[in-house]
């Protein structure tokens, strides 16, 4: 005897090998058509035959069910509960076979849309407005599949679908994984066996890995786009008051930056004083006298968190205009919180404690690195700094004595970096061979057709050391300021070892690698938003003392501040990465401008992975991974693919290690003195 069930959903058949108990009770021992033995009861079986095989039904059934006119089928069927027994005698007529009523068995179970299922071998004929809404979504669902069908042909034709050109971002960065465009693309990909960016550069839809580049950026952090509506600036009655009663100073400040820098932050003065020596003042744009916690200026700082720098461009945190309201160019007198020294002929303290104030700064000149970093050397300020006669360059006294200063700044923060267990580092320039990190992208011409010079500079001059050292005290005695007036701020800390070594917190905490005890970021406000959120606290400060609690835009713990202080990090990582990225694209440019293949020296840092010496390009080289730091290879780079940002490669020579001097320069760096020596 052959039966058949139900099972999986699936209507299957077998042959009977034992059976035992009578009626309801009744169950068999049988074989599947796979030859699984099975145990079945008699509420379980669908129809019992004995002729012909069950493998003979099932595979007649199962051709006759295909053939079966399912719209007819739901006609003929009646409106109340059925079995599948019945309605084959209606459809087939009484001389119905074994195998026809199979077949309609699996005509029925495989028609939810035209049946209901009842239960064993029962039916119910679906209402006329189930079936027409199931017939409405089979015919979309068609419709939808020769569309998408039609769109990956076109894709793998090299034609981008007109219907898509508005969804070239989101395909690419953000898809919809169960959209047809998506599938269509993902077909598309399969087909011509290349990524979703490269199927998109053939089709014309990307002009350039660039765009690419750019595209994914933007599309995850500036949605809306990274140009600010023109005008944003704070309006003339506004800014009036918010400046109204600000004595100025009387000084001559300049500040000390690269050429491309346009949000000017801070600037020095020197000024002597009556029985020798002299006044230093670090004078710091003040944004945060205009700019009210919550207002337009602020979220849209808020939103942005930090400039972001790439090679050939940049997205500023401000507004251009506002930026121009409160940078501190030349030939002007600009608000700014200024910190105060007294200091002697030789560069050390006197007894009077660093003053803040709130002023006008009178800007007297915009230094440029290029055009001062080979004049003023170590010899020329040491000898010649204060001699009648000899100041041939701009502010060399004053350079000078800022020097003076910032060498004893260094030797102090040297000496508790040794407690902390860390090694001191020396002042100046790295050693000779060791890898430089800082480079100047010089990018000229049409789109498309760029020239790109890469010019790379040594850190350690005594402009980045006057610099990054002022700007770390000013940073380190306005941290400490805030945190003895007991008001929380964005301090950055450093401590341990590990991933999440340094940090942002709204708590004090040692700075371990700068020395130090307490670490704010106050001297950027222009360009990050934890420097403009510490100034308004230490406005309150200033203004107010020991009731800054009271009127401070951030209190005590604040949970707005914490939430800041984790954005931030976010945010300054994902922009440091995309200014990596960029640097790599034009790294990469840059060979193939050199034509390829073309030979360049590469020094290994760790686990095969190397990189070039006169450029910022890492690539992986295993052959390097069993040879020590800095062992130099010459390379041959074969091609390069800009969308993957990688470069095939070949090893022609490796010469031997690096020496020590070169090794120790290369290891340890803080970011953080890199960070306050300029804009990037």
Known sequence: MQLVYEESGEIRAATVLSSAGVGESESWLAASLSGKQLKLKAKEVWLRFEQPSAQIAIDEASVMAQEIDLQLLWDCAPTEEFIFTELAMEYFGNTVTVSQKIALAIALQG???????????????????????????????????????????????????????NQVNNLLFTPDKNSLAYKAVLAACATAGETPAQLFMRCGALESPLHYHQGMFLHHHFPLGAKHASGQSIDADSLQTALANLPEAAVKAFSIDDASTTEID????????????????????????????????DQIARTRMSTVYFPGDKITMLPPDLIQQFSLDAGSSRPAVSLYVEVDAQGKFTGERPHSAIELVPIAANLRLEDLEQLLSVEVLEDDAIKEGTLAKPFQMEIGVLWRTAKLF???????????????????????????????????????????????????SVLDTVVAEWMIYCNSTWGRLIAEHGLPGLFRTQKGWGPLRTRMQ?????????????????????????????QWQLLAIIRHGITAKIVAPFPPRDANLMGIAADFEACYQAYAEYQDRLEKYWCLR???????????????????????????????IPELTSHGRLTRAIIEVMAVDLLQLTASSRVKEIEALADAAAVSADTDVIPEINDETSNP
Request: glycine share 8%.
């Open 111 to 165: 028609a939810p849309i035209y049946f209901r299922r009842k239960g064993r071998g029962r039916f119910l004929r679906a209402p006329l407005e189930q079936l027409q809404a199931g017939l409405a979504a089979i015919e979309r669902k068609k419709t939808e599949l020769a569309q998408q069908a039609c769109w990956a042909d076109e894709l793998v034709a090299g034609i981008f679908p007109p219907a898509l050109r």
């Open 266 to 297: 801070d600037a020095f003065s020197v000024s002597a004083i009556h029985g020798g020596g002299f006044r230093i003042g670090i004078h710091i744009a003040a944004p945060a006298l205009a700019i009210q916690r919550d207002d337009t200026f």
């Open 410 to 460: 260094h030797a102090q923060r040297q000496a508790q970096r040794v407690e902390n267990g860390l090694r001191a580092e020396a002042l100046g320039p790295a050693e000779p061979g060791a890898l430089a990190r800082d480079f100047l992208f010089e990018i000229k011409g049409d789109v498309g057709a760029e020239q790109i010079e890469i010019i790379p500079r040594q850190r350690g």
């Open 506 to 534: 709204t708590t004090p905490a040692p700075h371990e690698g700068l020395g130090l005890e307490y670490y704010a970021w106050c001297t950027s406000p222009l360009r990050r938003y934890t420097d403009l959120v510490n």
């Open 590 to 620: 840059w060979l193939l401008q050199n034509n390829l293949p073309t030979e360049i020296t590469v020094r290994h840092l760790k686990e095969g992975m190397a990189r070039a010496e006169f450029i910022p390009l890492h690539l992986p």
